[in-house]
């Protein structure tokens, strides 16, 4: 059974940063892409970065240079350290994980950014 637990999400003011966290099982997440999606009221979810098992990233615009996703096999977790937030980061955060042709989806975590 694969489950993927978000970690990390909460109130933050803006300017302000968090750490999220993606605990996985039942994949082999070495071999996984892992990503990072988000979805506020009344918008469509959103790709916010990805992580290749090769390392290889990409972010959406709006976050390149404030946002890093990166990856620690030994943990099975993915991170996505997120900084100078603004208001219009504030969304649920979905962890996403590509494994064998099978797209997975964690609970989510919801950010909230005072201005």
């Known amino acids: 059974q694969v489950q993927l637990v978000e970690s990390g999400g909460g109130l933050v003011q803006a300017g302000g940063s968090l750490r999220l966290s993606c605990a996985a099982s039942?994949?082999?997440?070495?071999?996984?892409?892992m990503g990072w999606y988000r979805q506020a009221p009344g918008e469509q979810r959103e790709l916010v970065a990805q992580i290749s098992s090769l390392d290889s990233t990409n972010y959406a615009d709006s976050v390149k240079g404030r946002f890093t996703i990166s990856r620690d096999n030994a943990k099975n977790t993915v991170y996505l350290q997120m900084d100078s937030l603004k208001a219009e980061d504030a969304a649920v955060y979905y962890c996403?994980?590509?494994?064998?042709?099978?797209?997975?989806w964690g609970k989510g975590t919801l950010v909230t950014v005072s201005s």
């Open positions: 039942g994949i082999r997440f070495s071999i996984s892409v």
């Open positions: 996403y994980s590509k494994y064998n042709g099978m797209n997975y």
